[in-house]
C-alpha cells in the first residue's frame, strides 16, 4: 500500500510538470521551477516520498530536514551562514527523537515485555565480552547492552515458548543473536551507522512463538542467526 501511495506521488509530481510546461508552452500561463532555491526539491521530494513509501526512517527525516533547511536558507527565512552551523544540531535532534520513539519496537512487543517484566535480564559488554547459553532453561527475554565490546546470545538449545521481546543497544559493539529454528523474528531497528542483519529462515512450524527484538545500532550491529 505505501509502495502503491508512493509510485502515485512520484506520477502526480510528473504529471504536473508535464501540464505546467505544456500550458506556458500554450501561452495558458508561467510556470518555471527555476525560484530561488529550486535545487532543493531534488532533496525534499525524494526524501518525502522515501518517508511515504517506508515510514519514517532516521535517514530519510535527516535529509529532509536538509532539504528545509537550505530551502528555507535560500528563501531568506534563515541566515545563510547559519545553515552549515544548524545542521549538525538538527542531525542530533533527530536521532536522539528516533531513538526514543523507535526504539520502543510495535505495540505487541511492548505489550510481551509488560507482561514479562521482572523475568527479563540485563547484560552488559563494555570493551568486553560475553557469552550468553541457556541450555534446557526458559528464557523469557532480556536487554543486551555492547558499547566498544561484543555479547554472544546462544538461545538454540534454550526453551522459547511463547513471544518474548530482546532489547538491544550496540554502541561501537557488535551484538550475535543464534535462535532456535521454531521460532519467528520479528525486527524493529534505529540504524544510524549501523544496522540489523536478520538471517533467520522461516521457521516450519504453524504458530510459532515470536522474538520481537528491539534495537538501536549506532556505529554498531546486530546479527540475528
Same mark, same amino acid.
Given at each position: ?14 504529471? !504536473? ?69 544548524? &545542521?549538525?544540531?538538527? &542531525? ?111 521457521? !516450519? ?21
Amino acid at each position: 500500500m505505501r509502495h502503491s501511495l508512493g509510485n502515485a506521488l512520484w506520477g502526480i509530481f510528473f504529471i !504536473a510538470l508535464g501540464v505546467g510546461f505544456g500550458g506556458q508552452v500554450m501561452g495558458y500561463w508561467h510556470f518555471s521551477l527555476f525560484f530561488s532555491g529550486w535545487w532543493t526539491l531534488i532533496i525534499i521530494i525524494p526524501s518525502i516520498i522515501s518517508i511515504v513509501q517506508n515510514g519514517f526512517r532516521t535517514g530519510n527525516c535527516i535529509v529532509l530536514a536538509i532539504g528545509v533547511l537550505l530551502l528555507l536558507g535560500e528563501q531568506d527565512f534563515i541566515n545563510g551562514h547559519l545553515i552549515g552551523e544548524l &545542521i549538525f544540531p538538527l &542531525i542530533l535532534v533527530i536521532i536522539g527523537v528516533s531513538i526514543i520513539f523507535r526504539g520502543r519496537g510495535s505495540r505487541r512487543s511492548r505489550e510481551v515485555k509488560l507482561l514479562t517484566q521482572g523475568e527479563t535480564q540485563d547484560y552488559t559488554a563494555i570493551f568486553g565480552s560475553q557469552e550468553l547459553r541457556f541450555p534446557g532453561e526458559s528464557f523469557r527475554g532480556a536487554t543486551l547492552t555492547a558499547v566498544f565490546g561484543g555479547i554472544d546470545l546462544d538461545l538454540r538449545d534454550a526453551l522459547i515458548t511463547e513471544d518474548i521481546t530482546i532489547t538491544t543497544t550496540s554502541i561501537f559493539g557488535g551484538i550475535d543473536i543464534n535462535v532456535p529454528s521454531n521460532v519467528r523474528v520479528d525486527v524493529s531497528s534505529t540504524p544510524i551507522f549501523g544496522g540489523v542483519s536478520d538471517k533467520t529462515p522461516r521457521p !516450519a512450524v504453524a504458530n510459532p512463538p515470536t522474538i520481537y527484538l528491539n534495537s538501536v545500532c549506532i556505529f554498531g550491529g546486530v546479527d540475528i542467526l
